[in-house]
């Protein structure tokens, strides 16, 4: 496993977990809507994860999916303490990640200039 690190392998545990929670209805926030969470980008001493999750909605869904996710931030450390096997529970910060819109966003630019030709 050369050139894959501790941390990617904590950050995509983390992943899966949160990611699993979600879809069981686990965290029943009203507040997050149907989210997807992206990746985990763990700090190599494995104290802090930056949580990506992405929205298809409002900008006020997707504030709100944040808040909720905030507020949850407690409950899901504990359950991903009970799964897996870690000295300490890294702490968690979620982000919406904006890469899919954008990604969309050029999509559709070059659409554009490839009908005008």
């Given at each position: 496993?050369?050139?894959?690190k501790r941390a990617d392998r904590v950050g995509?545990?983390?992943l899966r977990e949160i990611a699993s929670m979600i879809t069981r209805g686990e965290i029943r926030d009203p507040r997050i809507g149907f989210i997807t969470i992206t990746h985990?980008?763990?700090?190599?001493?494995?104290?802090?994860?930056?949580?990506y999750f992405?929205?298809?909605?409002?900008?006020e869904e997707k504030t709100n999916s944040a808040e909720g996710l905030k507020s949850a931030v407690g409950y899901i450390r504990r359950c991903l303490g009970s799964r897996l096997q870690l000295r300490s529970v890294p702490t968690l910060r979620f982000y919406l990640d904006e890469?899919?819109?954008?990604?969309?966003?050029?999509?559709?630019l070059l659409r554009g200039i490839t009908e005008e030709q």
């Open positions: 496993m050369h050139g894959y995509d545990s983390i985990v980008k763990l700090s190599p001493d494995l104290k802090e994860a930056k949580v992405s929205q298809i909605g409002t900008d890469t899919v819109e954008y990604a969309e966003h050029i999509d559709e």
